[in-house]
């Protein structure tokens, strides 16, 4: 009986000791002999930029307003440009996102030539095209339009700029149309306070008091820059502003 139970133990002890050791090597390593996803340790599913959950800007803001009367010039303008600028500053109070293709503030957002075409349809005015390039084609055809040549916003082409006036880019994206107009809003004025020119419009990136905003809001008006450190950036250029037709 002795000799039965000193057996018995000898061949227990090595797998009770095995349970009692700390489990290091628990985990079973992958081998090479295990091939596809199984032999990876797994990683986070990546996120796409262009969803909302991807990794929030850092100098993303919400959309900019103001109050008519922060505007230096509104006080002198005709009822109907007052009227017209305070529909669009209304806008701005919304938080409207940049919406590409849309011209529908019931859509949760608009982009630069749709928000355009909104304000001045719900405004009364008709026939206004939906595409920037047809908004600058209608200024222009009504004799409005003011061309600018200068880089500097300083030039004496701005001389004639006026609260009300529709600002057209050219190179914001590639585009192939018979008139490359890229990119539209409409001119504010002059903020009392800061004594800077100020747009209304929609944008995914323009800036107001040197933040970034996506939506349609207040911006600063700026002359472009070219990117030193993207020179295959499409070159976007100022090309001029406008009279809405009928507005003055």
């Given at each position: 009986?002795?000799?039965?139970?000193?057996?018995?133990?000898?061949?227990?002890?090595?797998?009770?000791?095995?349970?009692?050791?700390?489990?290091?090597?628990?985990?079973?390593?992958?081998?090479?002999?295990?091939?596809?996803?199984?032999?990876?340790?797994?990683?986070?599913?990546?996120?796409?930029?262009?969803?909302?959950?991807?990794?929030?800007?850092?100098?993303?803001?919400?959309?900019?307003?103001?109050?008519?009367?922060?505007?230096?010039?509104?006080?002198?303008?005709?009822?109907?440009?007052?009227?017209?600028?305070?529909?669009?500053?209304?806008?701005?109070?919304?938080?409207?996102?940049?919406?590409?293709?849309?011209?529908?503030?019931?859509?949760?957002?608009?982009?630069?030539?749709?928000?355009?075409?909104?304000?001045?349809?719900?405004?009364?005015?008709?026939?206004?095209?939906?595409?920037?390039?047809?908004?600058?084609?209608?200024?222009?055809?009504a004799g409005g339009f003011r061309a600018v040549?200068?880089?500097s916003a300083e030039s004496f082409e701005f001389?004639?700029?006026?609260?009300?006036?529709?600002?057209?880019?050219?190179?914001?994206?590639?585009?192939?149309?018979?008139?490359?107009?890229?990119?539209?809003?409409?001119y504010l004025g002059t903020e009392q306070k800061?004594?800077?020119?100020?747009?209304?419009?929609?944008?995914?990136?323009?800036?107001?008091?040197?933040?970034?905003?996506?939506?349609?809001?207040?911006?600063?008006?700026?002359?472009?820059?070219?990117?030193?450190?993207?020179?295959?950036?499409?070159?976007?250029?100022?090309?001029?502003?406008?009279?809405?037709?009928?507005?003055?």
């Amino acid at each position: 009986m002795r000799i039965l139970l000193l057996l018995a133990l000898a061949f227990a002890c090595p797998a009770d000791a095995a349970t009692s050791r700390p489990k290091k090597n628990s985990t079973p390593r992958p081998t090479a002999s295990l091939p596809g996803p199984a032999a990876v340790q797994p990683k986070a599913t990546p996120v796409p930029e262009t969803s909302p959950a991807a990794t929030p800007k850092p100098d993303r803001a919400p959309n900019a307003s103001l109050e008519a009367g922060a505007l230096a010039e509104f006080s002198r303008q005709p009822e109907r440009v007052q009227q017209l600028l305070t529909t669009a500053l209304a806008l701005t109070t919304r938080g409207l996102t940049y919406t590409y293709g849309s011209a529908d503030p019931g859509q949760g957002g608009m982009d630069c030539s749709g928000t355009i075409h909104h304000l001045l349809v719900s405004s009364g005015f008709q026939e206004v095209p939906r595409d920037s390039s047809g908004q600058y084609a209608w200024v222009r055809k009504a004799g409005g339009f003011r061309a600018v040549v200068s880089k500097s916003a300083e030039s004496f082409e701005f001389s004639e700029l006026l609260p009300g006036d529709l600002l057209f880019w050219t190179g914001t994206y590639s585009v192939e149309r018979e008139i490359p107009i890229t990119h539209v809003m409409l001119y504010l004025g002059t903020e009392q306070k800061t004594r800077k020119r100020v747009m209304f419009g929609a944008s995914d990136g323009r800036s107001y008091a040197g933040l970034q905003r996506w939506g349609v809001s207040v911006f600063d008006f700026k002359m472009p820059r070219l990117d030193p450190a993207n020179p295959e950036q499409t070159k976007v250029d100022f090309v001029g502003y406008g009279r809405i037709p009928g507005l003055r």
